[in-house]
């Protein structure tokens, strides 16, 4: 009975992840269509850069910058 359960459980966990996972996408594209859109830039315009070397959760300080620029 027990294993039962514990399988049901497991089986209702993973419905329940698909189900997050599937909303997710629904509000990533709602917010890249509605806030983000396409960005396009002229030369001369100033923008930032992204630091990819210190992205990694535990590879930058607390208040340093992620953003390098302007450029």
């Known amino acids: 009975m027990r ?13 329940a992840r698909e189900c997050f996972k599937q909303q ?4 990533k594209r709602w917010f890249n269509k509605h806030k983000v859109g396409t ?3 002229e030369i001369g315009d100033l923008v930032l850069k992204w630091d ?3 992205d990694e959760k535990g590879k930058h300080m607390k208040f340093q910058q992620l953003w390098v620029g302007p450029f």
Do not use: D, G
């Open 52 to 54: 990819h070397p210190h």
């Open 39 to 41: 960005k396009e830039f």
């Open 3 to 15: 294993i039962h359960n514990l399988l049901k459980a497991e089986e209702s966990r993973s419905k």
């Open 24 to 27: 997710q996408e629904v509000v």
